[in-house]
């Protein structure tokens, strides 16, 4: 391996960025293909798939075979709101692979004995998400309704490229929430990338169902990462 | 005994328990273990003037123990780091290695592993696995 392909690759993994190492076994040369970088043919079809999957794996390109090593960073969900559809999120995230953290400033909601096991803010979003900003392997989803809660923790998301962002509430209340975030500086397309009202429908109509829908939207936003910007790739 | 580069040679049983423990044992963190992952070691390695080489899990068929990507790696005495097998070829791994190190040409080994041998050491497996081995720089 090449020592700047190695020292690339772990700058990579630190920022909790994706990134390929894309080696030739023939000959052993070896290169870092970050998310977003332009590579052509099948080998860019190849590359692009093990991004989306994480899956690493051989591929047969131009005569030659490359083995690709699809080192994604650990997706994570932050939800705002120590509510009771985050107590039934947060066992069914953790169990789905998706480490789940915990933001809520009321501390009669955040509090250890209604959340054993999981990673809690008794704080507000703008301090924790200082300290921990978000990223593009991050989903949020905001399900206090309280805007004074909520919205920070939105616009932030949006700003991060989180993978999926979701807020809980009707289409009223989406649409006063749409105005707020106009009037905090966020474009209209950012605010199309939230997905309210929250969760896939599935006609969830208890909290625990609710946090079904939520999983399974953010899995599916994870899963489908870069497909609505390239268009439908193999 | 091991033979690699042969396709369904036995494991070696002894140095199979030193790792599983800790591989049983699955990190909630989403940032990386530094102290813990076999790259960053590795970097380090080689900042401290060491000679390193690097294998990667780049095939596997049936069910084994370390999925595709993982990484063992090794420096020229012999220590190690990470897992390909979870400790049932890393003896054979590390021996092939050093000689790696030395001559600098990288190789692909495969191992298969009996099932009969996989069940006298707990070892559910009865899989078979590619490992690429390439010295760093």
Known sequence: MDPYALKMLNAERRARRAAILVTDVGDGRDRVVREGDNVAGDLGVAIAKAFRSGISGSVEAEGRTFFLNAHLPRPRLVVIGAVHISQALAPMARIAGYPLEIIDPRTAFATSDRFPDVALHADWPQDVLERQPLDAYTALAAVTHDPKIDDFALKAALDANCFYVGALGSRKTHAKRVERLLALGASADQIARIHAPIGLDIGAASPAEIAVAILAQTIHAFRSRGLEAKGAVA | ?137
Request: hydrophobic share 40%; aromatic share 6%; charged share 20%.
């Open chain 2, 1 to 137: 005994m091991l033979a690699p580069g042969t396709p369904h040679s036995h494991m070696f049983p002894g140095s199979l328990k030193k790792q599983t423990l800790r591989e049983a044992t699955m990190s909630d963190s989403i940032y990386l273990d530094e102290a813990r992952d076999p790259l960053i070691i590795a970097e380090a390695w080689m900042k401290d003037g060491k000679d390193v080489a690097i294998a990667t899990v780049v095939e596997t068929w049936g069910s084994a123990p370390r999925p595709v990507g993982s990484h063992l790696v090794i420096d020229a005495d012999g220590n190690f780091h990470g897992s390909v097998s979870g400790g049932c070829v890393e003896g054979a791994v590390v021996t092939e290695a050093v000689d790696v190190i030395g001559s600098g040409k990288a190789r692909m080994l495969e191992f298969g592993v009996a099932d009969e041998t996989a069940w006298q050491v707990g070892l559910s497996c009865g899989g078979r696995i590619k490992v690429y081995v390439e010295r760093l720089g």
